[in-house]
Every structure is written in structure tokens, then in C-alpha cells.
């Protein structure tokens, strides 16, 4: 008797098992966006995949695991950011404008993640999950940090311009952009202006002399 087909089928149990997750992780993320963060409940997930609260639990038996698999996600991603944002073979000036870019990609990508990180939470139950954030964005600041002090040791920065203020002011761009975001709720324009911003920015921190 053959068993590829047995051997077939069970990979696509596996594979559907997966896809499953990931749809539950990307519409509880969507959720988010839409209703707040503090607001989802397993029933809108469930009703917006077309299926029934058990089928969810099949997968994430507690609503909290739910939140705990898509801040793993999330985090991994802010983390990627940090890390390949840098390299050695670019500029300082250019690691930091792919350091700004890669956030900005991440918020269209996932419009709920400024929300999750600073929504008000009564209950308590997105404490670990902004927490961690926390901890992820230290360490993206520290690389934009990083990036400064380059820039300072090329002779590229200009003099009056504090290592910190510096990353203030390039995260206040994509605070600023962000709480656009959260009053327009359309995530469609913010990589765009954002790479616009941020240009004009860069070349104010130069040091004196080196704009042509």
C-alpha cells in the first residue's frame, strides 16, 4: 500500500495547523488596530476567521497565549530591526536612516503595535507583553545610539548635538507620525513621509562644513 498519500496528508494537517496560528496572530493584531488592543476578545477572532471559539483554544487553549505568541512575533521582528539595521559596510548616516526605515515598515505592517505598547490596560493583562516591548525598544534605541557615536567619531555630527537627543529626535518623528496614524487610523502614507522626514533631519544633524 502506498503511503504517500497518508505522508501528504499529514503534512497538510501540519502546515494548516500553522497557517492557522498565524491567521489567529495576524487577526487578533488587526483587532487591535481596530477596536484597541485591551478589547479583543476571542469571540471577534473567532467571528472574523469564520470559526468557533473551541477551534481558537484548539490552538491557543488561553487568550493570553494568544498575546504571548504575537509579542514574540513583534519582538522578534524589533529585534531583526536592530540588528540588521547596522552594518559595518554603510555609512553611519545611512545605518541610521535604515534603523528609522525598518521601524516605520514595521508600524504599517502592524498599525497596533504603538497601541499595545502605550494603551491603557485596567486589567493588567498586557503588562508582560509591554514589558517586553520596553526591553526590545531599549535595545533599538541602543543601536541608534550607536549610530551617533559613528557619526561622532567620523567627524560627521555636528558639535552642539547631544548622542541622546539625537535619537529623541529621530524617534520623534515616528512619534509624530504615529499619533498621526492613531487620529487617521491609515498606516498608508507613514513610510513615505516618514522617509521624507527623516531625510531632512539627517542632513540637520551634519556637522557644519559638510552640506555642500
Same mark, same amino acid.
Given at each position: 500500500? $502506498?503511503?504517500?498519500?497518508?505522508?501528504?496528508? *499529514?503534512m497538510?494537517a501540519r502546515r494548516?495547523?500553522g497557517d492557522?496560528?498565524?491567521e489567529?496572530?495576524?487577526v487578533?493584531?488587526d483587532?487591535?488596530?481596530e477596536?484597541?488592543?485591551?478589547?479583543?476578545?476571542?469571540?471577534?477572532i473567532?467571528g472574523r476567521?469564520?470559526?468557533?471559539?473551541p477551534?481558537?483554544y484548539?490552538h491557543?487553549p488561553r487568550?493570553?497565549?494568544?498575546?504571548?505568541?504575537?509579542?514574540?512575533?513583534?519582538c522578534? &521582528?524589533i529585534?531583526?530591526?536592530?540588528?540588521?539595521?547596522?552594518?559595518?559596510c554603510?555609512?553611519?548616516s545611512?545605518?541610521?536612516r535604515n534603523l528609522?526605515?525598518?521601524h516605520l515598515h514595521?508600524?504599517?505592517e502592524?498599525?497596533a503595535?504603538?497601541?499595545? @505598547?502605550?494603551t491603557? $490596560?485596567?486589567?493588567?493583562?498586557?503588562?508582560e507583553? &509591554?514589558?517586553r516591548?520596553?526591553?526590545? @525598544?531599549?535595545?533599538?534605541r541602543?543601536?541608534?545610539?550607536g549610530?551617533f *557615536?559613528d557619526? &561622532?567619531?567620523?567627524?560627521?555630527?555636528?558639535?552642539d548635538?547631544?548622542?541622546?537627543?539625537?535619537?529623541?529626535?529621530?524617534?520623534?518623528?515616528?512619534?509624530?507620525l504615529?499619533?498621526r496614524l492613531?487620529?487617521?487610523? *491609515?498606516?498608508?502614507?507613514?513610510?513615505q513621509?516618514?522617509? &521624507?522626514?527623516?531625510?531632512?533631519?539627517?542632513?540637520l544633524?551634519?556637522r557644519?562644513g *559638510?552640506?555642500?
Amino acid at each position: 500500500m $502506498d503511503s504517500k498519500p497518508c505522508d501528504q496528508a *499529514n503534512m497538510k494537517a501540519r502546515r494548516s495547523s500553522g497557517d492557522r496560528k498565524a491567521e489567529i496572530l495576524a487577526v487578533t493584531l488587526d483587532l487591535a488596530f481596530e477596536v484597541g488592543p485591551g478589547h479583543v476578545t476571542t469571540g471577534m477572532i473567532a467571528g472574523r476567521l469564520g470559526l468557533t471559539q473551541p477551534a481558537i483554544y484548539k490552538h491557543f487553549p488561553r487568550k493570553e497565549d494568544i498575546w504571548r505568541a504575537a509579542t514574540d512575533t513583534l519582538c522578534a &521582528r524589533i529585534s531583526e530591526n536592530a540588528r540588521l539595521g547596522v552594518s559595518p559596510c554603510m555609512a553611519p548616516s545611512e545605518n541610521l536612516r535604515n534603523l528609522v526605515l525598518r521601524h516605520l515598515h514595521l508600524i504599517a505592517e502592524f498599525p497596533a503595535l504603538p497601541e499595545i @505598547m502605550v494603551t491603557r $490596560d485596567p486589567t493588567g493583562g498586557l503588562a508582560e507583553t &509591554r514589558q517586553r516591548f520596553q526591553t526590545e @525598544m531599549a535595545g533599538y534605541r541602543a543601536a541608534l545610539a550607536g549610530c551617533f *557615536n559613528d557619526l &561622532r567619531a567620523h567627524g560627521d555630527l555636528r558639535t552642539d548635538l547631544g548622542i541622546e537627543d539625537g535619537v529623541t529626535l529621530l524617534l520623534g518623528i515616528v512619534q509624530s507620525l504615529v499619533l498621526r496614524l492613531i487620529v487617521t487610523r *491609515n498606516p498608508a502614507p507613514l513610510v513615505q513621509e516618514g522617509e &521624507r522626514l527623516l531625510d531632512l533631519q539627517l542632513r540637520l544633524f551634519e556637522r557644519e562644513g *559638510n552640506t555642500p
